[in-house]
């Protein structure tokens, strides 16, 4: 997916702006319009599939098995989750900007380097977690400040159906190699802006073969530069045959089996941004090549980014102004690849600014912390924040048109990581084995038996006494939905801390418990934040559960104790869980509501009333 402000800045470095003259030879304006007369009808998925030829790098990549992703407030720090089972992640801290990732079975390939100034562009490759190959790629320069480590071209990489990993660096040379990098080699010394692959043919945006559109004053540096663009090619996988398939130049590569799509600039636009800011960027209307038959044709549509999906293109009509993180419109909209608008997809700025991934019938997206102020600026402000008040927030879009799910695809909420905390990265084991059930969280669904999903806690502590409250051994779990926006707090009623902001409503959770406070029911949720699993209370309205009356009731007899020594809290039961900010100091009088796992649920007052877990061994019980 082309991120268009990363395009914006990308040209900024090479054409800067533009001088009165220039600005008096801008072509013409396109606002991307969204269509009206759409011909497809939603909830029913356009017939005639076509299937990808490789699978592309993004900032956010999956299996069945796996997803990762660059972190959202830190691009340099790589995210790994399974994808079934648990819903914790690993983390990997890079040297570097991540610039592209694809995950290959139990392999999570990892391109690093900015679009800026780098001389540290790397390959990694990491297997079960273990880093097996790493790859640096060198720049060739004179030594001087304007050596050719500084770059203008995003990197990018894709794995071919032929098991081939090809990468192109931030210079725009092309290598290839085995996804568990062996055979790395140099594939051409054509340097290119862009590539796709099909058929055992590599297709590129040629930077050895350019066409000049318009001679540009630099005011910053007094000088004129070239706005020219490069022109489409292909060649073999080798690098031989190399044969060119336009004069105009082209834009915006991408490709779905043998649909090859790119921009015309010959039919060059700009967008009303560029017009207000003066700056000079081309955009043209998107053409499509077809390999098979080597016919180019114009599809009608002017996006200023799109993802193929088997079903369709899905493309883009948005527009920005000026004001920092302000759009004015953002429509996805699913083409056929005949360029006919079929209908509107449920997305919008959350998803506009980003990484997406096509995975089955559906977009994955990763929204990166670019969008909150976009949001404010509108008066939306109930989506999840992080510590930092920063937003990163995972979507799946229906290609069928149907309505978006929050939360990281495929993990279910009641997902945990083993009572091992020295469970190794990548790790599969966790609740959805052979007693689990696979569900995404359906409303009513058990996710199974508390006790067959974790081993014994080696923390656990036998001899001491356990209140029989609301966490025995066995007690199930149930999948829900939120009907409305969430707000939790951390015990059952307003008169408990908020800790936790709140979360939109369809967002998938898990319900262990109900218990009433002042004649208002409340229910114990788990849901995931930071990566970290959280346990809350929330109002039962706000929730969608069938089964209600097999919910257990929180015991209304807590057990008096005293902690016995300073201890971490957590917001659930085990280091799997986010940890309160604070420590509960020895002494401190306590009510023991549960004991789950060998942690104890408590309350007490530590200037306002509050929920938290800690070791049940860390606690002594009172008469």
């Not at 594939?187 to 802006?193: E, F, G, L, Q, S």
């Not at 350019?210 to 996988?237: C, G, I, N, W």
């Amino acid at each position: 997916m082309k991120r268009f402000f990363a395009t914006i800045l990308l040209f900024a470095v090479i054409f800067t702006a533009i001088s009165d003259a220039a600005a008096e030879t801008m072509p013409r304006t396109s606002r991307c319009e969204t269509p009206t007369e759409l011909s497809g009808t939603p909830g029913k998925l356009p017939k005639g599939q076509i299937a990808a030829s490789f699978v592309d790098g993004s900032r956010l990549a999956m299996n069945g098995k796996w997803m990762a992703n660059a972190e959202a407030a830190d691009p340099s720090v790589l995210v790994v989750r399974a994808l079934r089972g648990r819903s914790d992640a690993e983390t990997y801290y890079m040297d570097d900007d991540i610039a592209a990732l694809i995950v290959d079975d139990d392999r999570v390939i990892c391109l690093q380097g900015t679009s800026w100034y780098s001389d540290n562009v790397l390959l990694d490759i990491y297997e079960n977690g273990e880093l097996i190959y790493t790859h640096q790629f060198d720049f060739p320069g004179d030594g001087d400040d304007d050596a050719a480590g500084w770059t203008t071209l995003d990197g990018r990489m894709l794995l071919t159906d032929q098991g081939t990993l090809y990468i192109k660096d931030m210079y725009g040379s092309l290598f290839a190699c085995g996804t568990d990098g062996g055979g790395m080699r140099k594939v051409t010394d054509a340097r290119m802006a862009d590539f796709v692959y099909h058929d055992g043919m590599i297709y590129f945006a040629n930077l050895d073969d350019t066409k000049v559109y318009e001679e540009v004053y630099d005011e910053t540096y007094e000088e004129y530069v070239s706005l020219a663009y490069p022109t489409l090619y292909r060649m073999r996988q080798d690098g031989t045959a190399q044969e060119k398939l336009t004069d105009c130049g082209v834009w915006g590569l991408e490709a779905q089996g043998n649909i090859v799509l790119y921009q015309n600039i010959d039919e060059g636009f700009v967008f009303p941004i560029f017009e207000l800011s003066g700056l000079y960027f081309l955009s043209g209307p998107l053409y499509r090549y077809d390999a098979g038959t080597g016919e180019h044709r114009p599809l009608g549509i002017e996006s200023n980014q799109y993802i193929p999906t088997p079903y369709g293109l899905a493309a883009w009509h948005n527009e920005f102004n000026l004001e920092p993180y302000d759009v004015d419109r953002a429509d996805l909209i699913l083409y056929d690849y005949d360029g006919k608008p079929l209908y509107r997809l449920d997305a919008w700025v959350v998803e506009l600014f980003g990484a997406s991934f096509v995975s089955g019938e559906n977009i994955e997206f990763y929204s990166y912390n670019l969008y909150p102020q976009m949001l404010w600026t509108r008066g939306i402000t109930d989506y999840p924040e992080d510590e930092d008040g920063e937003d990163d927030v995972f979507t799946t879009v229906p290609l069928n048109g149907g309505k978006k799910i929050g939360g990281v695809p495929n993990i279910p909420k009641a997902a945990t990581r083993s009572a091992d905390e020295d469970d190794g990265p990548y790790s599969d084991d966790g609740p959805h084995g052979d007693d689990g059930v696979d569900e995404r969280g359906d409303s009513g669904k058990h996710y199974g038996d508390w006790g067959n999903w974790f081993e014994d806690d080696p923390d656990d502590s036998d001899d001491v006494e356990v209140y029989p409250g609301m966490f025995e051994d066995g007690w199930p779990a149930f999948g829900a939905y939120l009907n409305q926006r969430m707000a939790t707090r951390t015990g059952p009623g307003t008169a408990y801390s908020e800790e936790h902001g709140t979360l939109s409503e369809y967002t998938e959770i898990v319900v262990f418990a109900k218990e009433d406070s002042g004649g208002t029911p409340w229910v114990l949720v788990e849901f995931v934040k930071n990566n970290k699993l959280v346990r809350a209370y929330t109002g039962l309205k706000r929730v969608d559960v069938d089964d209600l009356a097999s919910l257990p009731t929180t015991t209304k007899k807590p057990k008096p104790a005293t902690v016995s020594r300073d201890t971490t809290a957590y917001y659930g039961p085990g280091k799997a869980y986010l940890q309160c900010p604070v420590i509960v100091a020895a002494g401190t009088e306590v009510l023991v509501y549960g004991v789950d796992r060998g942690y104890a649920l408590i309350e007490y007052t530590g200037g306002v009333l509050t929920r938290s877990w800690v070791p049940v061994d860390a606690v002594a019980f009172r008469e």
